[in-house]
């Protein structure tokens, strides 16, 4: 969809960007490609004796990797169904923690007016589930671990299927006691894992075992089963692993656990629900059409909203505990009356890279201050290289002040490999409706953070001649400065913050930045 624009927002470049990490922002809109004319003359049809005709079953390869995280799924037909686009609730603060948001590949967080956001969820390639984490016999690990030497560790997970190797989708084991000796057999240092089931210890060179303290009911995968980035590495007998000489980070000693009954346990499980859910907003419309197929959802919306938007199902507009909660089995009834055996097609639309690009500056955390009651941030974790997510009260009394932020399904911290900074053009339409220019045919500058780094890009909406002729558009993607070379995203999840042009991210130390957020002229 693309809407009428205001003269004062045909092409914006705006330059008033003060700090250390970009001198300009410039966001940029871009004439449609024409659809190229293919045929100039009609070809001769002659009539075909169909009774003669074999019948032929065309033949499609099993997709297993989800386009939109570069990981492998635990049920590649999922990937046939749409993207399921979820708006929840961020205000009022009782709608947290809420639920679901670390099964989505893509979270996009949008200003909202009077200092609030709100998420757009996108679900795809797994559905939320309820979950009680099993646990180890220690406190969980709640401090992000910063890499001071060479690291040695990695991830305690869970082995569902055991089938001995960690599969993408499996799930760690947190609050496991891990202990560390030299090569004497001294024990130098402990830890434990983080709600995720990472862990990792600052080393020098030199020779070294883990020794995983094995939980109560579980026992220890088989050992050294396949490729060593994805096998258990400790012994099953005494959870030791063996002597491993260091020499430089190593982050793929791992172990495997499986429960006695190979149950998990049920009790206090959360409902299977998704949310709070609440109204649309007009970017919605932009984010669904790049996500060829999808199904939006949202708790109804004004009037002027509600014609721009996509109609797959809106729910009940409810305040009492921060928005209406939807039901798994509903997204997934609305999934499946779209199926698409194209979709994986469809979503390809970026690429994905474990190993961290050149030409970053390092990062160990982002503030951001929305507003005054309004403030997030994210902490780089090397044991697990992703991004602990962290919010306010959003109260008087403990403003600016940070605690983790959880998913309710499961309990578990929010974790992401990616996290973006996306600069885009906010027209106000009423002081209290927003038009965030996020439709086809634009581009703009955008701040990536993965690895412990920050890194630079451009973001487009820009259609190619191919999706011009074929009708189908591809999400959005993320390009090196020169706009030619897609930027690598790490394999994950990818947490996308929508802000102004004038908004500015500032060292305030090293490695460590400030976002302020710059109001809209006339918005609330």
Known sequence: MIRPLKLFSFICMLSLFVGSCVPQINVTQFPPVTPTNIATTSPILQPADTATLPVIEPTRPVITV?????????????????????SIANFPANARPQSGLSFAPYVYEIYITAGGTRFLATFYGEFPQPESPVVGNCAVRTEPFVQTENIVGNRIWLDANQNHMQDAWERGVGGVCVNLYDANNNLIQQTTTDSNGYYGFNVSAGSYVVEVVKPEGMEFDQKDVGD???????DQATGRS???DITSTLLDLDVGLVLHNAQLPSSNLAPPY???????????????????GSCLIFAYAS?????????????????????????????????NERMDVFTPERYVSNVFSAIPPEGGVPASQLHVNIAWLNQSGWEYDAASQTWWRYVDDSTVENVG?????????????????NVIVLFAVHDVISPTNLDIHLEQDWVGDALLFRDGQQYKIRWSTRATEAEVNSGIRKPIQFYYPDETTLFPLKPGHTWVTVVTPLTTVTETSAGKWYLQFSQPPGAK
């Open 66 to 86: 989800n386009p939109l995280t570069g990981l492998t799924v635990q049920d590649p037909t999922l990937l046939n169904l749409p993207t399921v686009l979820v």
């Open 228 to 234: 060593e980035t994805q096998d258990s590495d400790v």
């Open 242 to 244: 063996d002597a491993v």
């Open 274 to 292: 998704v949310g709070p859910v609440r109204s649309g907003r007009l970017v919605y419309a932009d984010i669904a059409n790049f996500f060829q």
């Open 303 to 335: 009037s002027e909203v509600l014609v721009e938007l996509p109609l797959c199902s809106f729910v009940d507009h409810i305040l009492q505990g921060g928005g209406y909660m939807l039901e798994v089995d509903r997204m997934k009834e609305l999934a």
């Open 401 to 417: 002040i940070l605690h983790p932020e959880v998913d309710r399904l499961n309990n578990r911290q929010l974790q992401f490999e």
